[in-house]
């Protein structure tokens, strides 16, 4: 049997070009070894195409790209753009409009990855980021803009539907996990409003899964075990914003933001889900060789697993985690180690 | 000369009155060296007085305060209390009626202070977090609370008025430390309205300030760089909610929370500033002499330089670290930990 796959390819801007084809070629590997065939689409979209027309996501680039199983992006962002452009016209736009409500984000330090921590202990655990409300809605405004009486505004909306929605699926996940562990993060001790209505949810879902152990902490409190034990941890699920800076702190402490993926999710597939690595597009060594595609590639993993191939799925960590482990501090540019991983998942033997 | 100071002391809840007395302790056989007197006014606040009267903060009590000369502040909040009852309705409400808009939190590296880093570097930068705007403002609601249909908002206020002001304060401060350097915290590529007045005003009064060298971080990645590299910070300002989470990171990696310490700063002087541990009331170790007063004896500190004791506050500040420097890993009580520091500061030959 062959399954053949439609895949939206947004590569982006900086270096997720560079991170992209890298993970495409491992994901062709892949896909050889199993009989899956990925029809490619490249979009255009980022910092040139708004230079050269205005444009950041036409309405019938989105329409075209909800046509399609599955969407890989590289990175959106260029310091030639104001801040914001491309961030909420083009990534938190497609994030929004596809209804990407679970932002899926694994942190694990794989043995022989550096991290800034003396002792972290075993790090396994994953952050289920609401990725549809909160502060990220864009319902803000500003008047008197430029004066000395200008006030800006930005306002954080949450609803029970789209509260439960994620803490469900989060709960699952935890549920599917040996140590079923699930850890609310808010703030409800201030943002009382949002805080509670997150807290009551997770409660009252909670009765559900009775077998999952469940905890919350303050988004502070969370910066500070994630620093002094992390191993705490089986599943976060948290807000749009908190989920952000949990998760780059997360990276940093699993051996940085060049192995951190993330997954965008529909959960209940009524459009395309979108994979992406944490990382930006850091212009500042783009078209060097100089990046780190193992988030790229892991975040295809997360798109092979989303669509079913939980085996080939492995197959990509499995090569990562090899290649990882063999790694001995010698610089290696992109295509190098795109080539390596790529040559792992030929080699292993496939999963029958 | 003697100089008198009539002195607000809010112990609060949990381990908040056994730190403070520490903090008293050490304060006095400081005031007593300098020909310093202060008049304590004890004030019975928080989760007792809230079961007893269902009263948070009364307005003739916050008028009472208002008349002192500084505030000295333990921790506030209970689990008994539901959340958010105490934070917004003490703790916030002194911090916005006393116009604390200058929320100062050092962090430092004390030689000989465990850290989860493996390679810290040197540690020394502060955060001026703002301390009456943004998303803490209170501005929030639901309807149909406790329904499927249950919409909560969170409101984040910002205003060139007060962004400016605390800027303008960070960067006067920035001007005083020898690497002059100022990063501003926030996340104007998604919040942009807010982040874009930030921005702008960082620019602008950077420009009175041509010696201090600016530069910006998203919030995600500032607590990436925390974690890897602390030492490129040295004056952090940002906003009331990033503030609060990247400060308790900021304390994790420099010892804990154990010893951090802060002032919420009126620097206009229009009404007395408060000083408080950045820890909480930690009711699990509550009564048992089992939480280190550091963090509260430091905040005493903070207080005595903010009324213009700079010396005062340098005999405190070398007297613990002169204490952490001896410390074994042996358990010391709360009351041995401020005795220790309490002697050595009346060992030390005062500055003339
Ligand atoms: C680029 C930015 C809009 C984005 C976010 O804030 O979600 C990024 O930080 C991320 O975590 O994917
Ligand atoms: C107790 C809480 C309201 C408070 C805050 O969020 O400011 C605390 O976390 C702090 O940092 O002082």
Redesign the interface.
């Known amino acids: 049997m062959t399954s053949t796959y439609s895949l939206a390819v947004v590569a982006g801007d900086g270096i997720g070009p560079e991170v992209t084809d890298q993970a495409l070629k491992v994901l062709d590997v892949v896909a050889e070894g199993a009989g899956l065939t990925f029809d490619r689409t490249a979009y255009d979209l980022g910092a040139r195409r708004w230079h050269a027309t205005g444009e950041t996501l036409p309405d019938t680039v989105l329409e075209e790209i909800r046509g399609h199983d599955a969407i890989l992006l590289g990175a959106v ?1 260029d310091p030639s753009v104001p ?2 452009v491309l ?2 016209g083009l990534l ?1 736009r497609l994030r929004f409009e596809l209804d990407h409500y679970v932002n899926l984000r694994p942190s694990k330090l794989f043995p022989g990855v550096p ?5 972290p202990g075993e790090i396994d655990f994953v952050v289920v980021r609401e990725g549809t409300e909160g ?2 809605v ?1 319902n ?3 008047i ?18 789209g509260v ?1 929605r994620v803490v469900r699926d989060a709960f699952a996940r935890a549920q599917a996990r040996p140590r079923r562990k699930l850890t609310l993060v808010h ?11 997150w ?2 949810t997770v409660e009252a879902v909670g009765a559900e899964f009775p077998d999952v152990t469940v905890d919350y902490l303050h ?3 969370a ?2 075990f ?3 034990d992390p191993a705490r941890f089986d599943v976060i699920v948290t807000d749009n ?1 908190f989920g ?2 949990l ?3 997360a ?3 699993t051996g ?2 060049g192995l951190a993926a993330s997954g965008n999710v529909n959960p209940d597939r009524t459009s395309p889900s979108m994979f992406e690595p944490v990382h930006g597009s850091a212009p500042d060594i783009a078209g060097q060789s100089k990046a780190d595609p193992t988030a790229a590639i892991l975040s295809a993993g997360l798109l092979l697993e989303h669509l079913g191939h939980a085996a080939e799925a492995q197959r990509i960590t499995a090569a990562v985690e090899a290649d990882i482990a063999a790694r001995d501090g010698q610089p290696r540019s992109t295509q190098e180690v795109g080539e390596a991983i790529a040559e792992r998942v030929a080699a292993e033997v496939p999963v029958a």
């Open positions: 962002g801040s914001g961030e909420r938190l991290t800034p921590l003396a002792d502060p990220y864009g803000g405004g500003a008197r803009v430029g004066t000395p009486h200008e006030v800006a505004t930005e306002v954080s909306l949450n609803t029970a539907f439960e703030k409800n001790n201030v943002l009382v409003h949002a805080g509670h209505l807290s009551r988004v502070d409190a910066t500070i994630l620093a002094t914003l952000d800076i998760t780059d702190l990276a940093a402490i940085g933001i």
